[in-house]
């Protein structure tokens, strides 16, 4: 009995020892003096990006714009400046012309000459659609007298119309430049209005 009791008590005090000298593993082992410890930071969780909708993808501040040319097929109806190049190769009858342009002084749009005092003859003109240079004639009796106004002009496929004439700009000129708008209609029905002046004399 005594033997027993011996034994157990060395098995006791061999089993505190172990213990003793054993560290928890979920613990973790203190730093050795002067030793930095470095943290990790957790992994970030990505944030999804929300998509804008169709109202917002647009910059602040766009508009859209209407077309220069309405209706039609679709295509624009380009009237370009005509050059003296281009004219060389026209031939219109008459003493005194009538031109529109964009802006006084500029390349025209639409050139027409009559003569003064021609109650039955009819101005002639050329215009340049795109690339091509067209000639026609004014739709209505008249001469040159009948252009002061305005008028209505006509080509393959094209009418042109000068409206809106309004005061000469400058006082004294032989051919002073008058406000006005030229409206191009296409036979397809696309229409479209050129701003600008009209300007009439030698």
């Not at 000298?21 to 970030?44: I, K, M, N, R, Y």
Request: proline share 9%.
């Amino acid at each position: 009995m005594r033997l027993t009791r011996h034994t157990l008590a060395a098995a006791l005090f061999a089993s505190a020892a172990l213990s003793a000298c054993s560290a928890p593993e979920d613990q973790p082992l203190p730093a050795e003096p002067g030793t930095a410890t470095t943290e990790v930071a957790p992994a970030a969780t990505p944030v999804a990006t929300p998509i804008p909708e169709a109202s917002q993808a647009l910059p602040a501040g766009t508009a859209e714009t209407a077309p220069a040319t309405t209706g039609g097929d679709g295509s624009p109806l380009a009237l370009s400046p005509l050059t003296a190049t281009d004219l060389s190769g026209v031939e219109l009858a008459g003493e005194l012309a009538c031109s529109f342009s964009r802006s006084a002084g500029a390349e025209p749009l639409l050139l027409a000459r009559g003569n003064a005092a021609d109650a039955g003859g009819r101005a002639t003109f050329a215009v340049k659609i795109g690339d091509y240079v067209e000639q026609g004639m004014m739709l209505a009796d008249g001469g040159f007298d009948a252009m002061l106004e305005g008028g209505r002009f006509g080509t393959k496929g094209l009418v042109l119309a000068v409206r809106n004439v309004g005061p000469a700009n400058g006082a004294g000129s032989e051919s002073p430049s008058r406000p006005a708008e030229l409206v191009a209609q296409r036979a397809d029905g696309a229409e479209r209005i050129f701003p600008g002046a009209w300007t009439c004399g030698p």
